[in-house]
């Protein structure tokens, strides 16, 4: 049977916020609309233009059929088989939680209605996002044993602004039920590697700055762990998130160089990395955000207030001499600092779809990748010249340890110098050497065991 509509009629099973929602999308993309419901006369407000009629006469104007109610009143669909036969069911439903059923939702409705084709999709939208038009770019996931019935809707979905991926037969419908019950997938990683960063860093630099002062000069000086510590930590974990960001596009480039062919897929590992890499960079700008909030507060802050009056009190007779080499590098780091992050923000907002959407890939590459390393240096250097007189001196390994903003220098100097390699043109011919020598000297082991073998 033809599952495409000729007159572009869709039936909705359902008049709560999902179904109305979707019926207005659906009329405002040109098709007509009409709602099955158990009271055609008191079903409350739909989109204007929406036709509404009883479940039956509502099944006998369409052949796709939007089932738009919670499983437990699919009972209702039982007894309107025989009007369903031949139909395609696409069914909408969720669950509050995982394994509440022993079968998926979809496969349920298939055994209630043998006759009809149902195919599992649209679940993943919200009410929210159809009242709105928040369609373009999302993803669409369908999935039933009939290729023409998966077309039909995929063809729905398509004229929505949406992106359809097959999952293939309907046995993968519990797999996109779970979908809309993940919290945050794409965000696990990048937030468990920030929150492990700054544990380690916030007790790292309480033990070199608080416990030290505490135990080797007698000092009392916990009321920093409040702002100084914080601002301390913010940044360091801002700056090794951001590395983090596009640490795992330099492996990539390496391994592909090294393999010989980009058409080979990535480890596993690599491939999830590379995926959440828009919000570890988000992270990072949190981070950042954090920190410069922060520095603007210290000045106001009671500390330091007493510190600055004391000085003033002990240099009233004395001048104080002005430092033109101290003053030069504190402009230039707060230069940097600033720099930095307005190239944090210019990042987050062309990774916003909206903002991102309206760019060519060239414009949206350049950014990203360009900009993007660009702000990784300039962040990198500003952390190079908040230390750039305190390397060499002892005084700054308290208990033989770096402090932590050297340590947190580490992983985005390596980016930079890995990315500078790749620009460089004898990269390639060198890596194409080390993996033609690698090929070469496997070839050999692999004579030199058969020949064992022969023995």
Known sequence: MDWHQSEDMLCIFGTGDLGRSLGLRLLQSGYRVVYGSRRPHSCGPLPPGAQVMNHVAAARSSSLIFICVHREHYGFLETLAPHLEEKVLVDLSNNLKKDVYPEANATYLQRLVPKATVVKGFNTLSAWALQNGLLAGKQVFLCGN???????????????????LDKGSLSAAREIEDFPLRLF?????PLCVAVGLTAFFFFYLLIRDVIYAYVEQEKDISYRIMISLANKVFPIVSLIMLSLCYLPGVIAAFLQLYRGTKYKRFPDWLDRWMLCRKQMGLVALGFAFL????????????????????RMKENKTTPFYFDNTEAWGTDSFYVLGITGFFLYVLLALTSLPSVGGSLSWREFTFIQSKLGHLTLFICTAHGYVYGWNKFLKLSTYKWYTPPGYMLCLIVPSVVLVLKLL???????????????????NQSKETVGDNKATNL
């Not at 194409?432 to 690698?438: D, E």
């Open 185 to 189: 997938p794409e965000w696990r990683l």
């Open 422 to 440: 790749l620009l460089l043109p004898c990269v390639d011919r060198t890596l194409t050497r080390i993996r033609q020598g690698w090929e070469r």
């Open 146 to 164: 009939s290729a023409e019935a998966k077309r039909a809707a995929a063809d729905v979905a398509t004229k929505l602004g949406l992106t359809v």
């Open 291 to 310: 920190h410069a909030i922060y520095t603007f507060v210290i000045p106001i802050r009671y500390s330091v207030r007493h510190k600055l009056i004391s």
